[in-house]
């Protein structure tokens, strides 16, 4: 099945701002909008905001999320060294009735 | 709190068998959609299948269809993922994950399958 496509890697300095995409069609992110979630290595994933864009309680106010048309877009500003992950994106697939995910972006702070 | 706790990863020989469990905790279990998402050594995630909260609906990613199957049991609080006929490409961490809104916000800490002669 399809995934989102998601770039491997981004890399920014300390308290910079990084923004992170995900591109899918108007079959997911286009029509359902996409999640967002982080994972250190060793560790399951982590939601950090869902397809409407809502941070869970508990997720920073510096990680914020937003779609314009088939790409969502994560913005992380402020970057610190515990924001060094990786961050996937995830949509429901209203043709292909599957979850799809993006492949990842490794996020690394300078 | 939310708690969701994966169990029977092992070792198995390629064309055999292995069922997982997951139980959950900390939340009405019966009121929530739940998926398996997997990873792969070194890998990105993969969603395979999810079920209603009924268990009367459940869809499956194409890599597993027809070898996997996803149950419950709402009054154990328990989810399952039945897997026949695995494959060495089968291997990986697989999480139990509560499902909301079309995004999973919990998620249990996986456990490994390893499918190798």
């Known amino acids: 099945q399809a995934g989102l496509t998601q770039p491997p890697s981004v890399s920014k300095g300390l308290r910079q701002t990084a923004t992170l995409t995900c591109t899918g069609n108007s079959s997911n992110v286009g029509n359902q909008g996409a999640a967002w979630l982080q994972q250190h290595q060793g560790h399951p994933p982590k939601l950090l905001s869902d397809r409407n864009n809502n941070r869970p309680s508990g997720i920073s106010e510096r990680f914020s999320a937003s779609r314009s048309g088939n790409t969502a877009s994560l913005t992380i500003t402020g970057l610190q060294p515990e924001d060094e992950a990786d961050y996937y994106c995830?949509?429901?697939?209203?043709?292909?009735?599957?979850?799809?995910f993006g492949g990842g972006t490794k996020l690394t702070v300078l | 709190q939310v708690l969701l706790v994966e169990s029977g990863g092992d070792l198995v020989e390629p064309g055999g068998s292995l069922r997982l469990s997951c139980a959950a905790s900390?939340?009405?279990?019966?009121?929530?959609?739940m998926s398996w998402v997997r990873q792969a050594p070194g890998k990105g995630l993969e969603w395979i299948s999810d079920?209603?909260?009924?268990?009367?609906?459940?869809r499956y990613a194409d890599s597993v269809k027809g070898r996997f199957t996803i149950s419950r049991d709402n009054a154990k609080n328990s989810l399952h993922l039945h897997m026949n006929s695995l494959r060495a490409d089968d291997t990986a961490v697989y999480y139990c994950a509560r499902k909301v809104e079309s995004a999973t916000d919990y998620w249990g800490q996986g456990t490994l399958v390893t499918v190798a002669s």
């Open positions: 900390g939340f009405t279990f019966s009121n929530y959609y």
């Open positions: 995830s949509a429901w697939d209203g043709s292909l009735s599957a979850q799809v």
């Open positions: 079920i209603n909260s009924s268990g009367t609906l459940m």
